[in-house]
Structures are given as C-alpha cells and as structure tokens.
C-alpha cells in the first residue's frame, strides 16, 4: 500500500525559507520519478517539481531559481528546498511519484506571509 507523509510546512515572512520532506513508503521508490504538487486555495492542483530516479530534476517557471528538489534513494524521501518565498507560493504542498500512485498524503501547508 503505498504511503506518503509530508512535513516540514509553515508560516514564514516574503524572501524567507523552508524545506518540506516526503516520506514514501509501499512502492519501489528508487525506481520511479518523484514530484513535488500544491494546491493553492480555489485553484487547481499544479505541479511543482520533479526528480527522476538518476536526479535529473524538472521545475515549472515560476519556482525555477528559488526551489530545489533532492531525493535521497537510501531512505525513500523527497525534499523542497524554497529559498525567497513569495506570498503566491502559499499552498498546501503534497509529493506523489510520476505519474502518480492512487494515494495521497494529507500535505502540509505553506503560508508565505507578512
């Protein structure tokens, strides 16, 4: 069964920093590309980020330059680095494989705020 935890989200200033984790569990993770999705309030879904399996790494437009995704194979995990946040960076945060697995994680949520 295939499991994901998020963590790592919070409130932080415009210009300020966090970095979320994934915890995946259930499936072959070494082997499949992971992502990095949010979900921001009264839009739809969007991907963030993704890495593939030999860290070859994808970002949209939007967080290119400000974001880092980093998988570490050892211990089935995926990161966000998001370095100058900006107040349209608020979302909740989920990370799935790509293409996706039918589960999902509850998130967790990032308030970029002053």
């Known amino acids: 069964q295939v499991h994901l935890v998020e963590s790592g989200g919070g409130l932080v200033q415009p210009g300020g920093s966090l970095r979320i984790t994934c915890v995946a569990s259930?499936?072959?993770?070494?082997?499949?590309?992971m992502a990095w999705l949010r979900r921001a309030p009264e839009k739809p879904r969007e991907l963030v980020a993704t890495?593939?399996?030999?860290?070859?790494?994808y970002y949209i437009d939007a967080v290119k330059g400000r974001f880092t995704i980093s998988r570490d194979n050892a211990k089935n995990t995926v990161t966000l680095e998001m370095n100058n946040l900006k107040p349209e960076d608020t979302a909740v945060y989920y990370c799935?494989?790509?293409?996706?697995?039918?589960?999902w994680g509850q998130g967790t949520q990032v308030t970029v705020s002053s």
């Open positions: 799935n494989a790509f293409p996706y697995k039918n589960s």
């Open positions: 259930g499936f072959m993770f070494k082997t499949n590309t």
């Open positions: 890495v593939a399996p030999l860290d070859t790494t």
